[in-house]
């Protein structure tokens, strides 16, 4: 896929030219967003068990769980997400919004209604998402997945631009301009707990530099090596770091130079801490069959469905059924691939399951379909919650305890006088009045406005910190 920006590789730190004009940039202080606010990667899986600690699943060891592409789930300030997963030069980017529903717990939803629950741990800064599977035959009852900040990884020089006002980037060739690309090979990794560590390499001799880098926004951080400093900035679209230098001389070459670092596999990312796990962590139902695996982008192979089955070598020997999501009984068979993914042998369409295990799978051929999970979730001819349940009964929302999360609040009338309810926190996301059945949902990216499910709009107490009372604000 060409790239159309550019990032900065750490290997511009070895000349000399440069340490000077990065020393002299100024930080910026970090914006008061959410934490969620940035771009996520899956960094490790865990297996939960009652009885010890969390297992580490490594990823050549369980390759299915991890995928063999790149998934990054983004999540912007005014409450919009995406979810953009890479692989082979592929790419595929899926819409969606965020909302936070209490302190550090944060629903994802894409547009067709599926949803997933994330919960961001302060003290590592990475999040979780957890899903339990009770199949008798279950590889894994309870799996964590853990997303680090997307920055965080190894990454190489790929390109150096320069860059003209008003006309297109101009690459400049490693063959020609050796000296803008310096060594030979230049690693720069940045670890989750802020460490960072650049390996050089040229010809038959080696260093390690060391430093640290600190978020200055959501997306975009300050690198410090001793007494230098350079800022480098994450680039969702094309999963890369960019970074501007610009030389204000007269006689300057190149006035303005921007610097490329893509992602590179090494073996060398620090992993979470696993003694600040939890062996009972909350387990996130419905969960995926264990059987299948985030999107793993396989190339299509419907020109010769014959080699799917070639030996039988291609084949795992799972199965599982997929349904049409609006429901019907209309189903398909497939077979799980052993180099990820899984195929129809019928007709040769390969199906990639959307990132994080969730339950919609995507044809090679276009088509969409989910696993039987999805119907628990969203029942045929629902909007995401199954306002009908609400008929069968109370009883239901309190089953065992099991629906509320515990978490209780209060809502305003915007027009004020002190009219208010009290709302409890529903598991599955969301909120609602045990006495009424009515379900409310917060307006993204956790706003102060709760749309009910009769038609009502409630409010939180702070909004009347912005707009008092007979204001001109929202209210009116």
Not at 22 to 34: D, P
Not at 231 to 237: D, K, P, T
Not at 388 to 410: C, K
Request: aromatic share 14%.
């Amino acid at each position: 896929m060409k790239k159309t920006i550019i990032i900065l590789l750490s290997a511009v730190l070895a000349f000399t030219m440069c340490f000077a004009a990065f020393a002299q940039e100024e930080t910026e202080e970090v914006k008061n967003v959410y934490p969620v606010v940035g771009s996520w990667k899956l960094d490790q899986v865990f297996e939960v068990k009652e009885t010890s600690d969390p297992i580490l699943l490594k990823k050549e060891e369980a390759q299915s769980l991890y995928g063999s592409g790149i998934s990054i789930f983004s999540f912007d300030e005014d409450g919009y997400a995406r979810n953009i997963m890479f692989d082979a030069g592929d790419m595929v980017d899926v819409p969606a919004s965020w909302k936070s529903t209490s302190p550090d717990v944060y629903i994802y939803t894409e547009e067709d209604g599926f949803e997933l629950k994330f919960s961001y741990d302060e003290k590592e800064d990475v999040l979780h998402r957890t899903f339990q599977d009770d199949a008798p035959d279950a590889t894994y009852k309870n799996l964590d997945f853990v997303y680090t900040r997307a920055f965080v990884g190894s990454w190489t020089l790929d390109q150096v631009l320069a860059i003209h006002d008003g006309d297109a980037p101009e690459e400049l060739a490693k063959e020609e301009h050796q000296s803008l690309y310096g060594t030979d090979e230049s690693i720069l990794t940045l670890y989750a707990d802020g460490k960072v560590k650049e390996e050089i390499k040229e010809g038959p001799n080696a260093s390690v530099n060391e430093g640290t880098w600190e978020m200055l926004n959501p997306d975009k951080i300050v690198y410090t090596q001793d007494s230098l400093e350079m800022e480098l900035e994450y680039f969702l679209v094309d999963d890369t770091l960019f970074r501007d230098y610009k030389d204000e001389s007269p006689d300057a070459p190149y006035p303005h130079l921007q610097f490329v670092y893509v992602r590179v596999e090494t073996g060398e990312e620090e992993p979470v801490q696993e003694e600040t796990k939890t062996a009972n962590q909350p387990v996130e139902q419905p969960a995926p069959q264990p059987a299948s695996q985030p999107a793993t982008q396989a190339p299509a192979q419907d020109d010769n469905p014959g080699e799917l089955i070639a030996d039988g070598q291609i084949f795992t020997g799972y199965t599982m059924y997929l349904y049409a999501p609006e429901g019907g009984g209309v189903l398909i068979e497939v077979s799980e691939l052993n180099q990820g993914g899984w195929a129809d042998p019928n007709t040769g369409v390969i199906y990639e399951q959307e990132a994080g295990g969730g339950y919609h799978f995507y044809g090679s051929d276009g088509s969409v379909w989910v696993t039987e999970g999805y119907f628990n979730e969203f029942p045929v001819g629902s909007n995401g919650f199954d306002d009908n349940a609400w008929d069968d009964g109370l009883d239901e929302l309190i089953a065992d305890g099991q629906i509320f999360t515990g978490y209780t609040m209060y809502l305003y009338a915007p027009e004020g006088g002190g009219v208010l309810i009290e709302v409890s926190e529903l598991n599955q996301g969301g909120w609602a009045d045990p006495n009424t059945g009515v379900i409310y949902e917060q307006e993204a990216g956790g706003g102060y406005h709760f749309y009910g499910s009769d038609g009502s709009v409630w409010v939180t107490e702070a909004y009347f910190n912005e707009y008092p009372v007979g204001s001109n604000g929202l209210d009116d």
